[in-house]
């Protein structure tokens, strides 16, 4: 019998591993089969019942590797011998409890502080999630790791990521380079975030093709997002008009995740804050939810932690002290 498996690229390089290390494994494992490799072609070649048991967990290894970015010489052992096809990915999840997804070389990322869970749990329940709190609490890191978690379950066709392109400081006009150039140190949270998710190759891939798009907000006017999981981050920087054009952009089985942080606004003097109108506005509406992320969801050096509270502190005094109008 004759049989050829086809796999995407990258996914072939993970599962032979280096210099074809696991292929060599499991032509040890499986002596009666000839196993030739070519490209992201597998052909198996030998007995009738070797090959059809080799392709059945052949094919759980690929998804084993698709669901934790690894695939360890031990994984391999493991469920080549396993008798139920499933239980090792099953005990996986489970030993790891509030698990996201695997990201590259199977690191965990998972929602750690209560507030965390409490977003993952959200977006389960409502189409459209806002979370609003300080730097450091992992609201990006978090939004992102369940669109990437959506996109590999299937459940949508595409992530969007977006940001205002909003001055802190700097002048836009003054950056090198033509518009990409000086619109990506704005994007560069989301790119790092992603980069910490999947394998380059493939994140590469999927901007390539625009499955995953990061495009500056001003760039969502007039469409209708459909199949979609859609970031806005930092959208305490978009105005009342930018933020409604935003979440009127909402097509079907799209999800919407809406970060900020209202303490750290960029706008000019003379416009305001969509992200505080929206919070006045919407709350109450059944399938939104505002989230209200804290200084204990700060995931970052402790030292992050003292900072917000004592600028907290400082905010709260000054609101005392200043006279009344």
Known sequence: ME?????????????????????????????????????DELKVMGPDEDVELFESRFNLLVAYYEHFEKLTETDILNITASEDEHFYLLDND????????????????????????LLVKSLENNDMVFAIGPA?????????????????????????????????????????????????????????????MMPMAKLLSYLEDKTIEIAPLAFMRGRTLDNAYVILDEAQNATEAQLKMFLTRMGKNAKFFITGDITQIDLPRH???????????????????????????????????????????????????????
Not at 4 to 30: C, F, H, S, W
Not at 96 to 117: C, F, M, S, W, Y
């Open 94 to 117: 489970k030993m790891n409890g509030d698990v996201i997804l695997h990201g590259r070389e199977g690191k965990v990322i998972k929602a750690i502080t209560p507030n965390q869970k």
């Open 136 to 196: 450091g609490t992992g609201k990006t890191y978090t939004s992102v790791a369940l669109a990437v978690r959506a996109l590999k379950n299937k459940q949508v066709k595409r992530i969007i990521l977006t940001r205002p392109a909003v001055e802190a400081g700097e002048n836009l006009g003054f950056l090198p380079g033509d518009l990409r150039d000086k619109l990506d140190p704005y994007l560069q949270p989301l790119y790092d975030a992603l980069r910490d």
């Open 3 to 39: 049989k050829i498996i086809t796999l995407e690229p990258v996914t072939a390089v993970g599962i032979y591993g280096k210099n074809n290390k696991n292929l060599d494994l499991l032509r040890n494992i499986y002596p009666k089969l000839k196993l030739t490799a070519r490209g």
């Open 271 to 325: 416009q305001h804050s969509g992200l505080v109108q929206a919070k006045r506005i919407l709350k109450g509406i059944k399938g939104i939810e505002f989230i209200t992320m804290d200084q204990s969801d700060v995931v970052r050096h402790h030292l992050v932690t003292k900072i917000i509270q004592h600028y907290e502190q400082w905010e709260n005094e000054r609101k005392e002290n200043s006279p009344s109008t």
